[in-house]
């Protein structure tokens, strides 16, 4: 590897560590929650989760951006 494609490496990967870190696991965020009650545990979860960060165990990215 020469110094160009270190530095468009280091480029690339920064990029695609802000994207990850705009990910914030909520129950918005989550596969589960489709239509405001979590499906997989057939129950409406606790609001801080559903308006915050959620620390579910079964929490799935929706890979949906907003």
């Known amino acids: ?8 490496t ?3 990967l920064q990029s695609q560590l802000k994207v990850y870190e705009r ?9 589960h929650f489709p239509n405001g009650r979590c499906e997989h ?3 409406t979860p606790p ?4 308006s915050g960060e ?3 165990p079964e929490w ?6 907003f």
């Open 1 to 8: 590897m020469n110094l160009h494609e270190l530095k468009v």
């Open 10 to 12: 280091r480029q690339a």
């Open 23 to 31: 990910i914030k696991p909520s129950c918005h965020s989550c596969e």
């Open 41 to 43: 545990f057939n129950a």
């Open 47 to 50: 609001p801080e989760w559903i």
């Open 54 to 56: 959620a620390e579910c």
């Open 60 to 65: 799935v990215y929706d890979s949906i951006p």
